[in-house]
């Protein structure tokens, strides 16, 4: 009924930068906030960033003044643009969107990614 696919991860040295995007596709009447996780190898999945319908945006401490969240409603798309990246953001990361269906009645649904590999190394 609803995909988000992602891409743009990859390797990457210390300092470097890259842009994941995802974009949502399926039987979709609206798309509310979307937003990227990630899961670091022995870790717990935690928050990146999110983004509302209307462009508020929030993010971890750890990721604050370096990654900025974006968005093109028109497209269903939510980009991570990744700066100054640091061997401890390496991690796989996870898209993610709050999107009403089609014939859904209002009911939301809060689908995932496949997820993204990002590695920051030299």
């Known amino acids: 009924q609803v995909q988000l696919v992602e891409s743009g991860g990859g390797l990457v040295q210390p300092g470097g930068s890259l842009r994941l995007s995802c974009t949502a596709s399926?039987?979709?009447?609206?798309?509310?906030?979307m937003g990227w996780y990630r899961q670091a190898p022995g870790k717990q999945r935690e928050l990146g960033a999110f983004?509302?319908?209307?462009?508020?945006?929030n993010y971890a401490d750890s990721v604050k003044g370096r990654f900025t969240i974006s968005r093109d409603n028109a497209k269903n798309t939510v980009y991570l643009q990744m700066n100054s990246l640091k061997p401890e953001d390496t991690a796989v990361y996870y898209c993610?969107?709050?999107?009403?269906?089609?014939?859904?009645?209002?009911?939301?649904?809060?689908?995932w990614g496949q997820g993204t590999q990002v590695t920051v190394s030299s």
């Open positions: 399926g039987s979709i009447f609206s798309v509310h906030a």
């Open positions: 983004i509302t319908s209307d462009g508020s945006t």
């Open positions: 993610y969107a709050d999107v009403v269906l089609l014939g859904s009645s209002g009911r939301h649904y809060y689908p």
